[in-house]
């Protein structure tokens, strides 16, 4: 099929010429030919009937409470229809081999997996232990797959909340907890052995910020242990908290201090009305930015420190923001490093962005996807989330189903 010019929606015109201003267009983001070829006319148009679907605001709200009960419930059909829709946006499979279809599928366009077991929430030692298995099982997977670099995981995962809040407000642990801390320190430990012995890299996702200190602490030790001449462990830093800027640059001048390289993977973060609202509810600042405007300033010079100092940090912008794709971009050939350094990563979300992720693998940049796996009742936290953000209160059409009905559109007028 030859490239040729195809239509663009109104909002898709002004993030062109802004990318084309940004970047002189080494890359173009509004290229649908490129960002979704490796799909059939079939599996588009679901896409953007499921996008169409969570456009509805208040569609997705009421679905979201319902699919919670009903996969509580157990009942059968309920997980059937969210397999089938959401569940096959949004995720690679119930397991590591079902997910190895679409993987290969990512592959064939040169786009990197980030392997991702998508239980959340988890209490019980039994379930801590079940999830250090799957991500240990995960990375020896990923060890014999060319295409998977890295895996993902949370310590929420691996460890009680209630403990890291503990170990944050510096209690006094009890013998158990004490000892429950160490439990937590092999599982960790564990994991992160089991990559730099199989050549896999490890994300450590960021949560929230009362417990985040806790996960910093877990993640600077692993990175000690591990990042010495190649960087296994990377920690995560959520832009949009007011602190995270500087706590980067800090982790930088730590891991030269202490002879390690970092790794660092920028987000701009995930819990906004949450942190906002404890902190108001309990009397203290906000951790977070006052506006989207600093958040991005805040996210974008983090890009410019990681891409400044590239040799000792290898980072990953983990973004869905156009604006913040292409200033990295931009840079990278400025400062005339090769387009696929291995330093010089990025990452969106599996059934998100594809007019981000394809375009840059396209053009010869580090580029890959976050692909969620589990079963369907493990993972409806997450399913949720990505409903959310793809639903609108205006009624205006959602990014994502924009960039679907264009490229349909596209199609059509080749016909």
């Known amino acids: 099929m030859k490239e040729s010019n195809q239509p663009v929606p109104k909002d898709f015109a002004k993030l062109e010429k802004m990318a084309k201003t940004i970047l002189g267009a080494p890359v173009d983001f509004t290229n649908t030919e490129i960002a979704f070829r490796w799909k059939t006319d079939k599996e588009l148009k679901k896409a953007a009937w499921l996008f169409g679907l969570m456009n509805n605001h208040w569609l997705v709200g009421i679905g979201s409470k319902v699919g919670i009960a009903a996969i509580k419930m157990h009942l059968p059909f309920v997980e059937s229809v969210v397999k089938s829709t959401i569940f096959e946006q949004f995720c690679g ?20 997996s980030i392997l991702d077991y998508g239980a959340e929430a988890k209490e019980t030692e039994e379930d801590f232990n079940k999830t250090m298995a799957e991500n240990i099982r995960a990375i020896e997977f990923a060890s014999q797959q ?5 895996i993902s995981t949370k310590i929420t995962g691996l460890a009680r909340f209630e403990l890291l809040e503990a170990i944050q407000r510096d209690d006094s642990l009890t013998r158990e907890m004490r000892a429950e801390y160490r439990t937590v320190l092999k599982r960790v430990d564990a994991i992160c052995h089991t ?5 896999v890299a490890v994300f450590i996702d960021a949560e929230e910020s009362w417990i985040q200190n806790a996960i910093d602490h877990l993640a600077n030790l692993m990175m000690r242990r591990y990042n010495q001449g190649k960087v296994v462990v990377f920690n995560t830093f959520q832009m949009y908290r007011t602190d995270r800027l500087q706590y980067l640059m800090d982790s930088y001048a730590e891991a030269e201090r202490e002879g390690y390289l970092l790794g660092a993977k920028l987000v701009r973060g995930a819990y906004m009305e949450k942190e906002r609202e404890r902190a108001e509810k309990m009397g203290y600042p906000s951790p977070i930015h006052p506006s989207k405007e ?8 983090g890009i410019r420190f990681c ?17 913040s ?4 971009v931009k840079l990278i050939d400025e400062k005339g490093i090769a387009r696929n350094h291995p330093h010089l990563r990025f990452c969106q979300l599996y059934g998100m962005s594809d007019n981000l992720t394809f375009n840059l693998a396209h053009a010869g940049y580090n580029a890959s996807k976050y692909v969620v ?5 493990e993972v409806v936290p997450y399913l949720i989330r990505r409903a959310e953000e793809n639903s609108s209160i205006t009624g205006d059409m959602s990014r994502e189903y924009q960039l679907v009905n264009s490229e ?5 007028l080749l016909e």
């Open 93 to 112: 499979g119930t397991t590591l081999l079902e997910s190895l279809k679409n993987i290969n599928k990512l592959a064939e366009q040169n786009v990197q």
């Open 146 to 150: 060319s295409h998977i670099p890295v």
């Open 195 to 199: 990559a730099s012995q199989k050549g």
């Open 294 to 301: 600093a958040t991005d300033d805040a996210f974008n010079t």
């Open 307 to 323: 891409v400044d100092h590239y040799e000792d940090i290898v980072s990953c912008n983990a973004s869905h923001n156009l604006a």
């Open 325 to 328: 794709t292409a200033l990295q």
């Open 373 to 377: 796996y589990g079963q369907v009742r």
């Open 408 to 412: 349909l559109k596209r199609r059509e």
